[in-house]
Nanobody, 121 residues
Framework: QVQLVESGGGLVQPGGSLRLSCAAS????????MGWYRQAPGKERELVAT???????NYADSMKGRFTISRDNAKNTVYLQMNSLKPEDTAVYYC???????????????WGKGTLVTVSL
């Protein structure tokens, strides 16, 4: 099994910054793509950013220029640097990883429990 643990969420003022981290652990053979999603109350879950094992990135339009996704393959960790935060960025941020377990050839998707980011005065 794979466990994803997010950290770095909290309360921040508009215009401020936060850095989220997500570390994968468990019976991991390999991890392919990793990404961040978010969900605000009453809204659907939406893509924030993704990154492949080759460091190719993709961002939702509203995050471009403000958010940066990166990863450390040796640590099985993905990061999300969030700058110029806005109140509408308030949401639970979830980490996702696509990986292969040591006990199986199947590729599966795994999700963390989420970390809350609140942008408010």
């Amino acid at each position: 099994q794979v466990q994803l643990v997010e950290s770095g969420g909290g309360l921040v003022q508009p215009g401020g910054s936060l850095r989220l981290s997500c570390a994968a652990s468990g019976s991991i053979f390999s991890i392919n793509a990793m990404g961040w999603y978010r969900q605000a109350p009453g809204k659907e879950r939406e893509l924030v950013a993704t990154i492949t094992s080759g460091a190719s990135t993709n961002y939702a339009d509203s995050m471009k220029g403000r958010f940066t996704i990166s990863r450390d393959n040796a640590k099985n960790t993905v990061y999300l640097q969030m700058n110029s935060l806005k109140p509408e960025d308030t949401a639970v941020y979830y980490c996702r990883a696509e990986g292969v377990l040591t006990t199986s050839f199947y590729v599966g998707n795994y999700w963390g429990k989420g970390t809350l980011v609140t942008v408010s005065l």
